[in-house]
Antibody
């Protein structure tokens, strides 16, 4: 059974860097074609895709946020880490990580972690 | 402003058939699969339709998807109260700004 769980700070201050960890279970990022993505959702608003990392370490980023995002993986720990620099109150959102199977879309999502940006 | 355009709301009565549209462009829906998600209040999105019209295991056949050109639709037949949720379309986008996923702005479905 594939599961993902997000972890990280609930509260960050403006201009700080956010670091979120996604812990994977039931699958490996060594498997050809597999990826893990990050998606966020501000309160009451739509989903916004942020980043995706593939089994071969290829990476994709949202064009509007790519200058602020870094996605990495640690296959030995079964973790994917997303960092976002220069946090702003508009970045307040629930952040989800999700499993992406080969040639598919995000089919299994974590429960999400709420991040509030406030001084 | 989302890259994929959805109506903000839709509604229907129990038993009715409702459709939700998703409009994109030649860089996303026009050349790639469309996917649909259902998000119940307070929960993570759930994959409802994959690769234009395929239902993942466990999704009732009341849900169906279609695509034509740069637009797509999600249809829900035999509407039930538990279908009240937000629905999002998503697609891979191959544009000059790079390859990336795009989501629609979401449609809130109300069962009257």
């Amino acid at each position: 059974q594939i599961t993902l769980k997000e972890s990280g700070p609930t509260l960050v201050k403006p201009t700080q860097t956010l670091t979120l960890t996604c812990t994977l279970s039931g699958f490996s990022l060594r498997t050809t074609g597999v990826g893990v993505g990050w998606i966020r959702q501000p309160p009451g608003k739509a989903l916004e895709w942020l980043a995706l990392i593939y089994w071969d370490d290829d990476k994709r980023y949202s064009p509007s946020l790519k200058n602020r995002l870094t996605i990495t993986k640690d296959t030995s720990k079964n973790q994917v880490v997303l960092t976002m620099t220069n946090m702003d109150p508009v970045d307040t959102a629930t952040y989800y990580c999700a499993h992406r199977p080969d040639l598919g879309a995000f089919d299994v999502w974590g429960q999400g972690t709420m991040v509030i940006v406030s001084s | 402003q989302s890259v994929l355009t959805q109506p903000p709301s839709a509604s229907g009565t129990p038993g009715q058939r409702v459709t939700i549209s998703c409009s994109g462009s030649n860089s996303n829906i026009g050349i790639n699969y469309i996917f649909w998600y259902q998000q119940l209040p307070g929960t993570a999105p759930k994959l409802l339709i994959q690769k234009n019209n395929q239902r993942p295991s466990g999704v009732p056949d009341r849900f169906s998807g279609s695509k034509s050109g740069t637009s797509a639709s999600l249809a829900i037949s035999g509407l039930r109260s538990e279908d009240e949720a937000d629905y999002y379309c998503a697609a891979w986008d191959d544009s000059l700004s790079g390859q990336h996923w795009v989501f629609g702005g979401g449609t809130k479905l109300t069962v009257l």
